[in-house]
């Protein structure tokens, strides 16, 4: 009978999973384990996070890029404000009279756009995009351009408008609405004779304001916004 299991035990196949295991020691499987972790990284592996650091670097320019490649110029119109803080130091920082609520409040559209966005107190809710229509106005002929009058509100970009109008699109923010054009780097050899010319406009009215400025800005189709130039008077200052 023993010598039946001694020769049971011969003949008996081992799995090649049982035969690896009972080959392999710890020090082996240590081994290949550290020689695993000492290999060198594939290059796609070190190439692909640069790859999308690059993307996410780039994006910024390169809608400012497209947008100006195929944006529609239009004219906006500011606030009057104090001038003194209009310019600050190399930064140009206007208020549009579209930026505020009570200004949208009045157009078609918005008490639609609160319906479907109603935060707190009944206000707008943080974070909420818009989309303001713009029309073209005629000049008035002394070369400065007419700011675009704003025709209504929308929730989401229209699919089709006229030849003579544009969508801006705008997100509500700490009670303004912020297009992206409020705030201008100023060349150095610009800033003097804008500073200059600021106040000297300033000090021709009569309760020391700052008239409402023209700014300039090209819209793509998708209602994005960069600036072109800025009007003080009848003086334009390209950015």
């Known amino acids: 009978m023993a010598s039946e299991t001694s020769e049971s035990s011969k003949n008996k196949t081992w799995s090649p999973e049982t035969e690896f295991s009972k080959k392999l020691t710890f020090r082996d499987y ?4 550290e020689q695993k972790y000492n290999q060198p990284l594939p290059f796609w592996r070190l190439l692909l996070p640069l790859i999308l650091q690059t993307g996410l ?14 944006g ?8 009057p404000t104090n001038p003194g803080n209009v310019l600050q130091g190399y930064t140009l920082n206007l208020d549009y009279n579209i930026s505020r609520v009570a200004n949208l409040r009045r157009l078609p559209g918005w008490q639609e756009l609160v319906r479907r966005n109603r935060g707190r107190n009944r206000q707008l809710l943080e974070g909420t995009n818009l989309y303001v229509i713009l029309q073209e106005q ?3 002929g ?9 025709l209504r509100v929308s929730s989401n970009l229209p699919m089709s408008l006229r030849d003579n109008q544009v969508a801006l699109r705008g ?3 700490n009670g303004l609405i912020n297009y992206g054009v409020e705030s201008y780097n100023i060349p150095e050899e610009q800033r003097q004779q804008l500073n200059n010319d600021i106040f000297r406009d300033a000090r021709q009215t009569r309760n020391g304001q700052l008239r409402p400025l023209s700014v300039r800005v090209k819209v793509d189709p998708q209602g994005n916004a960069v600036p072109v130039s800025l009007w003080v008077r009848d003086r334009n200052y390209r950015f």
């Open 57 to 70: 670097i780039l994006s910024v320019p390169t809608q400012a890029m497209y947008t100006n490649l195929t």
């Open 171 to 173: 997100v509500y923010q």
């Open 30 to 33: 240590l081994t290949a384990t």
């Open 142 to 150: 002394n070369g400065v351009p007419r700011a675009w009058r704003p």
């Open 72 to 79: 529609r110029e239009v004219t906006l119109q500011t606030l």
């Open 138 to 140: 005629q000049s008035l």
